[in-house]
């Protein structure tokens, strides 16, 4: 057996204890965190071949509840044992994907799981904190390839004070719930939940976290010194093989010379796919035509048709201050709003920014349709529930109809989190359950903000006496690969610009300040400045949205729909009562 490990250090004023040896000898690398009496396992394996015939790095990041971790036995009187993971632990998942696999090659082809199951939860520390602690430890001490590690940390406010790592009961008092994850000198991962807190409070918050996640990683890199296994090394390239390759690609790059111009000329997705598909089948007939280019290396020659678009679309950013579409770097796409599209249900918003189109419904019921939680962290019911439903033929695309996927879970979710702080929170006056499904009809980019601003006008035509409209816009960023102090911030990105971009952050508020963050990266990282810079140009654009959101509706109805429930209260004398 080998040996067992222990560090310990201190964080937000808890001990954070990491083991290392102790418990699943066969993964490639495994860990235990504990944060107070909360202990999480991480574990990583990597395939010993790539995976043939693909194209993408294959990472699946899992998030494993246990009941048992929380003293409870599942309540149905029939299944005991665990079944489907819960959103709540979906989301925990992917949050830690999103912050573990900016920090990979994208040229890996070999199958990576990181897993972290949850054995002991006490009920004060939430964890996600030591989950993705243990799994940037995992991966560190593991043999597979890994630019890590990444530190975590919660940041709340209490009070005007700065808290970190604020307990469930804490995070009840805080105005805002913001979620770091970086390296030592950069901003990896945010996931932020705001009541209307102004953009540079946020900023703030994130470098409160951020300097506390610095001072984490010197007992993390000991750790790491420690227990760290030997990274395997790159694969040796065959000298021929190298040289094949470098002379389809000066063939493919000789094809493409001139041909994307016709590409950014377009103003319509189906267009700009139009056209590359007439460059695609080019190239392949020129291949197929060239009896030294085998059948495998064709393929590999097409694929690298989007390596030199991204190329192209990013000189076009940085040299000329132009996008694909022909907008400029701060445009918005045409935006379209009304209300009350659909006759009998409650209330409607339908929404359109470019070519991504939303339908939002709000449904009221009794309190008794709240959703009851019964989960290995959370207890009690829920009264405000927003579901997000994205279909194959909302991109075009032949697809099976199935369960919402930890995307569409995740997206719903957000929406949810933009929403809450303007949702009444005084039962005694609004005591309907409500729930919102936002139906993407048509996406190109954005269609999760889409489905804020278009479940923000169904509220208000449903009469629900929201605090003020809530609106949401996509940030990207663009970064020359050579210097990244040169860039580019893109406002309302589109889909081709999240594919070929480095950044997607997503921020979401009203007229007051924000109530939704979540950033996604691709970089090793991104410098706290351009969060900052970017979220001063989200603010800008919201507005844009805002006003043009008030044309359709200014303010909740004064009157619930007429084919809603109605709740009344009244008095019984107790001189009546027998």
């Known amino acids: 057996m080998s040996e067992v490990k222990v560090f310990e250090h201190e964080l937000a004023g808890k001990k954070l204890r990491v083991e290392v040896g102790k418990l699943a000898q066969q993964a490639h690398g495994s860990c235990t965190v504990s944060y107070g009496d909360t202990t999480v396992l991480a574990t990583v394996v990597q395939s010993p071949e790539p995976r043939e015939g693909t194209d993408f790095f294959p990472l699946l990041v899992d998030y494993e509840e246990r009941l048992y971790a929380a003293g409870k036995i599942k309540g149905s009187r029939f299944i005991k044992r665990e079944g489907r993971p ?67 940390v919660r940041v709340g406010r209490i009070g005007g004070e700065w808290v970190l790592n604020p307990s469930y009961e804490a995070r009840i008092k805080s105005d805002l719930d913001v979620f770091v994850a970086a390296t030592d000198d950069e901003i990896v991962m945010l996931e932020a939940g ?21 001072r984490l990683f010197p007992f993390l890199q000991e750790v790491i010194k420690t227990c760290g296994q030997a990274k395997q090394p790159e694969p040796e390239l065959d000298p021929a093989e190298q040289a094949a390759t470098e002379a389809l690609r000066a063939k493919v790059q000789a094809y493409l010379t001139g041909k994307f111009e016709a590409v950014f000329a377009t103003r319509s997705k189906e267009d700009y796919k139009s056209k590359l598909r007439e460059i695609t089948q080019g190239l392949d007939e020129i291949l197929k035509a060239d009896n030294e280019v085998s059948k495998e290396a064709r393929g590999m020659g097409l694929a690298m048709i989007e390596n030199y678009l991204d190329i192209a679309a990013r000189n076009l950013v940085l040299e000329q201050g132009k996008r694909v579409d022909g907008r400029g770097l701060d445009e918005i796409r045409p935006l379209e709003a009304s209300v009350g599209v659909l006759a009998r249900t409650h209330g409607t918003g339908l929404f359109r920014r470019g070519e991504t189109q939303v339908l939002s419904v709000v449904t009221l019921g009794s309190p008794g349709m709240e959703q009851t939680l019964d989960g290995m962290e959370e207890d009690g019911k829920k009264r405000f529930m927003h579901h997000y439903n994205f279909p194959g033929f909302s991109v075009g695309e032949v697809r099976p109809v199935r369960s919402p996927g930890r995307r569409e879970i995740g997206h719903g979710a957000l929406a949810e989190k933009a929403l809450v702080p303007v949702i009444p929170q005084d039962r005694a006056k609004f005591p309907y359950t409500i729930r919102i499904v936002s139906e993407v009809l048509s996406s190109n980019g954005s269609s999760s903000q889409a489905s804020i601003c ?85 603010k800008t654009a919201r507005n844009q949205v805002l006003e043009v959101m008030s044309q359709a509706i200014g303010e909740p109805r004064p009157e619930l729909s007429p084919y809603a429930p109605r709740i009344v209260s009244f008095n019984i004398p107790v001189d009546k009562i027998r």
Do not use: C
């Open 86 to 152: 819960t959103d709540e632990a979906i989301l925990t998942a992917r949050l830690m994907d999103r912050s573990v696999r900016p920090l990979f090659k994208d040229t890996e082809r070999r199958d990576v799981q990181v897993v972290v199951t949850v054995l002991s939860v006490d009920q004060e520390n939430d964890p996600d904190v030591p989950s993705l602690i243990a799994a940037s430890l995992a991966l560190a001490i593991s043999p597979v390839p890994w630019n890590g590690p990444v530190g975590a």
């Open 194 to 214: 705001a009541n209307e807190v102004p953009e540079a409070e946020i900023a703030e918050a994130i470098s409160f976290g951020h300097k506390h996640i610095g």
């Open 454 to 538: 278009g479940s923000s006008l169904a509220l208000m035509d449903a009469g629900v006496p929201i605090k003020a409209a809530v609106a949401g816009i996509a940030m990207g960023l663009i970064t020359d690969p050579a210097d990244k102090s040169r860039y580019a911030i893109l406002t309302d990105i589109q889909g081709v610009e999240d594919h070929s971009g480095d950044m997607d952050f997503k921020v979401a508020g009203t007229a007051n300040g924000v109530t939704a963050v979540q950033l996604d990266i691709k970089l090793g990282g991104i410098a706290p400045a351009i969060i900052s810079e970017t979220l001063a140009k989200a």
